[in-house]
């Protein structure tokens, strides 16, 4: 039956005011930090060839297997089509542009950010959903430990600055192509003597992708796994000496991390690096099971995998949806107009929308009501609203040319002339 209502489709929210309001303050930190560490933004399309995320996220995971929007665009009859997704995240498209728009010169360095809204057709629950959005940062072009180190600095300085309670930086190595196949071929032998333990869904990724069975929720995966072997003991040389070398460098940046060598990731393209900042925040205001804010890591073969010149590359996102559930916990009621214009009659009503003009251009949040209300209403209405001052406007007052600004926390009133300067100076003062 058709819907008498059409409501938006599950897993994507309406984001009102209210929420925008809060979520603003955050993105506005994002970009303000990002910027002091040299991201310049990029904007890339909200839809990809499906192929980019098949060979840049990788085929055994759940985000390509079961989780993308993915139609045939452009069909014709005798004609297929191209595939094509709406983005479920950010890193293989970022890199599709740096490739496509020759931004990978030999030697050079680039550094990237982010924000917009990314898409997985996910089971939703709080801190889960279908659309929700993402700020983040790339940094191509540097191998060196010092790259990651600077990349969790400029998520750390970002996260510092919101109220999001008690966050841990987890970090793993997950080695890379030459060490990594020996850990896994250990983990698959491991996992495969205690395969019926498992959940159905890890049965069929110990075939696909066993590394994310360490990652699965359920209680019997995790009582297998918790006796596996990690991946510290495979490491080769020269990952363990990144890896090393970058937790120098955070302790020198007094960032506190915790090594957690059962971070996996979701992703298919990580090498050595990884690590994910969790909130520890529990009961109403916590995240509950979607708790990690913000991950990522080194993606050293990507940009290769990918058709580019050989570069490595680092990067993070953060879940803006999660972040701004955090920051609603204690964000304090909003703050209410600098002041609320109540005109009485046409003559006052034209002289009220030029005073509010010009006051808005300087920036001052002015409120009027627009429906010709009587002077009970549009008081009741100032007061609701929260209006710092209120200011009437009859008759008398467009003869006098002077009005009376009432400040509603005291009582106070105060005289001034009707003079958009003379009113900016005393809601000033
Ligand atoms: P990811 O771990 O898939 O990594 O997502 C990063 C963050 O996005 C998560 O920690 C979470 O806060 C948020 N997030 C993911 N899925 C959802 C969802 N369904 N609903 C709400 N929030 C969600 C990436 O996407 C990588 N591209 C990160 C990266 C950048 N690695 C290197 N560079």
Redo the contacts with the bound molecule.
């Keep these: 039956m058709a819907e008498k209502h059409i409501t938006a489709v599950k897993g994507m929210n309406d984001l009102l005011p209210e929420a925008t309001a809060l979520w603003r303050p955050i993105e506005d930190k994002a970009k303000r930090t990002l910027s002091a560490f040299g991201f310049g933004e990029v904007r890339t399309p909200i839809l990809e060839k499906t192929s980019l995320f098949v060979r840049g996220v990788g085929e055994g995971t759940d985000?390509v297997n079961k989780e993308m929007y993915t139609f045939e665009d452009g069909a014709t009859e005798g004609k297929a089509g191209t595939l094509v997704s709406l983005r479920p995240?950010?890193?293989a498209p970022a890199v599709r542009a740096a490739i496509e728009h020759s931004q990978l010169t030999q030697g050079a360095l680039v550094r990237w950010f982010y924000l917009g809204p990314?898409f997985?057709r996910?089971r939703q629950q709080k801190?889960?959903?279908?659309q929700?959005f993402?700020v983040?940062a790339?940094i191509y072009g540097a191998a060196a430990p010092q790259a990651d180190a600077e990349l969790i600095d400029a998520a750390y300085s970002f996260l510092r600055q919101l109220d999001l309670g008690e966050l841990t930086l987890e970090i793993n190595s997950l080695g890379d192509a030459q060490c990594r196949p020996k850990y896994v071929e250990a983990l698959i032998a491991s996992l495969k003597s205690r395969a019926a333990d498992l959940c159905p869904e890890c049965q069929r990724r110990l075939e696909t992708n066993p590394l994310r069975v360490l990652d699965c929720k359920s209680e019997a995966c995790q009582r297998v796994t918790a006796d596996t072997p990690t991946i510290d003991g495979f490491l080769c040389g020269g990952c363990q000496e990144h890896f090393r070398r970058v937790l120098e460098l955070l302790d020198g940046l007094g960032i506190p991390y915790t090594v957690n060598p059962r971070i996996v990731?979701?992703?298919d393209y990580?090498t050595r690096t990884v690590f994910?900042f969790v909130s520890r925040e529990t009961g109403e205001g916590g995240l509950g099971s979607?708790s990690?804010?913000?991950?990522?890591?080194r993606?050293d073969t990507l940009i290769g995998d990918l058709g580019g010149p050989a570069t490595p590359a680092?990067?993070?996102?953060?879940?803006l949806?999660?972040l701004a559930l955090l920051c609603a916990r204690n964000a304090p009621a909003s703050s209410g107009p600098d002041l609320a214009i109540v005109p009485l009659g046409d003559a006052a009503v034209m002289k009220a929308l030029q005073l509010a003009s010009s006051l808005r251009r300087e920036g001052l949040w002015v409120d009027m009501d627009l429906r010709g209300s009587g002077l009970k209403s549009q008081m009741r209405r100032a007061d609701k609203a929260g209006a710092r001052c209120v200011l009437v406007l009859g008759d008398s007052e467009l003869e006098q040319g002077t009005v009376s600004l009432k400040r509603m926390a005291t009582g106070e009133c105060v005289q001034t002339a009707l003079e958009p300067d003379a009113i900016r100076q005393a809601l000033q003062s």
């Design positions: 985000i995240e950010g890193t990314m997985r996910e801190g889960r959903y279908r929700f993402q983040g790339e990731r979701g992703l990580y994910e979607q990690t804010v913000c991950a990522g890591g993606y680092v990067g993070f996102a953060a879940g949806d999660r």
